[in-house]
Structure formats: C-alpha cells, structure tokens
C-alpha cells in the first residue's frame, strides 16, 4: 500500500463509573466526536462491555477511529493537542472514568510506509 493509502486505527478505551456509561457515551457522541470528525477521523464503531448498560459496576467503552497515511495521524494529533476544547473534553471526561486508554496502530504490513513520513 502507499503510504497514503495506510490506515491507521485510533482507538479510546474508556472504563466509566458505575452507571454513567450510556450517559458519558452520549458526551463523547455529542462533544468529542464532531472535532474528532473534523480533524479527519472517520468513526468506526462504538463497542459497550459488557453488552447491558449498568447501574452498580463500570461499563467498558471502545471507540475506534481510522484514518489514512501518517501525515493525516500527525496532523490530527498536533490539532487535538493545541486545540483548548479537546483539552477541556478529556478534563471533563476524567471526572466520570476509571481508567482510560488509547492506542494508534496500524497493520504490520504498514508499518514502514508509516514511519516514512
């Protein structure tokens, strides 16, 4: 693949607060994922574990994001890191998570052309 072509899969785990998940995914739909949008990721698909909303334990959230070629990675990322209302979001967000994670991957066949920036 040419390195424009490379997908790169960003994805947020996000452990939530006894019986806040559905609300806190409904923020993240309706705060995070318009800028996310903006900066050209493309939603993947949003994962709930276990698969029932719960009132007294965590719910897991999964979102994963995609986008093409390393200069759209780099490009998303130096937007996000300056821009005051990504920064406020995750802020706001550590309030009602447990823990939470991101990973930015890609295939094994990709990496290369990735690193050749």
Avoid: K
């Avoid at 979102?63 to 998303?76: K, Y």
């Avoid at 990322?77 to 967000?93: F, I």
């Avoid at 550590?94 to 990496?111: H, M, P, Y």
Wanted: charged share 25%.
């Amino acid at each position: 693949m040419a390195p424009a072509e490379s997908i790169v899969y960003i994805v947020d785990e996000m452990v939530v607060e006894p019986g806040r998940a559905r609300a806190f995914l409904v923020d993240y739909l309706e705060r995070y994922a318009p800028g996310a949008t903006a900066r050209g990721l493309t939603l993947d698909r949003v994962l709930v574990s276990p698969p029932v909303w719960l009132e007294d334990q965590s719910n897991t959230l999964t979102v994963s994001w995609t986008l093409r070629g390393a200069r759209a990675w780099w490009r998303q990322s130096l937007l996000a890191r300056h821009d005051a209302e990504v920064l406020r979001w995750w802020a706001d967000a550590d309030e009602v998570l447990t823990t939470r994670r991101r990973t930015v991957s890609c295939s094994s066949a990709d990496v290369e052309a990735m690193t050749d920036v």
